[in-house]
């Protein structure tokens, strides 16, 4: 494989997809990843910049990624629509997430900590409104800055953390998600 220099990486709830290019900027690499197998190939890559643009679940990757020694860089998702040459896909969005970030002048979102998210889940659920829908959102959002993807509906979310995990991660992304789930569900049942 050529040298790559920087990912574009587009996140989803299953399959990413990613976007490689080299330092001059010719396309390398077009691949689609299953969420439980990201890692295991951000660790076989060489060092190089790792972009995403900047949603809940981006904080946990980016730190997870950096862990592996890679420059991670979260970009307003405001910023990447100029970039986006054809119809809106993943592949697409991927591409145009490489070429924004590797523009000098783009400015990028700083990558939050764990404990900084928790803080920020904290103020959030204080000021929602009450309801089931808004409260299944609220769960959603919290396990996917832990990198922990509950089920898509809404009686998932009523029930406890434990029962509404993703069954279907498999490998070290299921071995990951037991002391995580246990920092989500006691945050959960402390903050309610």
Request: hydrophobic share 40%.
């Amino acid at each position: 494989m050529n040298e790559i220099g920087i990912i574009g990486l587009d996140l989803a709830k299953q399959v990413f997809q990613i976007h490689g290019a080299s330092p001059d900027g010719r396309v390398v690499l077009r691949k689609k990843q299953g969420r439980g197998r990201m890692l295991e190939f951000f660790a076989k890559l060489p060092s190089c910049i790792v972009a995403m643009e900047a949603c809940a679940s981006a904080h946990y990757w980016g730190r997870e990624i950096g862990k592996l020694g890679h420059e991670v860089r979260l970009i307003n998702p405001s910023y990447l629509k100029p970039f986006v040459k054809r119809q809106k896909n993943d592949a697409a969005d991927a591409e145009a997430i490489a070429e924004a970030a590797s523009r000098p002048t783009m400015r990028f979102v700083p990558i939050k900590s764990a404990e900084k998210k928790a803080g920020l889940l904290d103020d959030v659920q204080g000021s929602r409104p009450f309801g089931p829908t808004a409260n299944a959102n609220d769960q959603r959002v919290a396990g996917a800055s832990d990198g922990i993807r509950l089920g898509r509906r809404a009686r998932d979310a009523k029930r406890s953390p434990p029962a509404a995990i993703d069954r279907n991660a498999s490998g070290p992304a299921r071995d990951r998600q037991k002391p995580e789930l246990r920092t989500f569900a006691a945050h959960r049942i402390s903050h309610g």
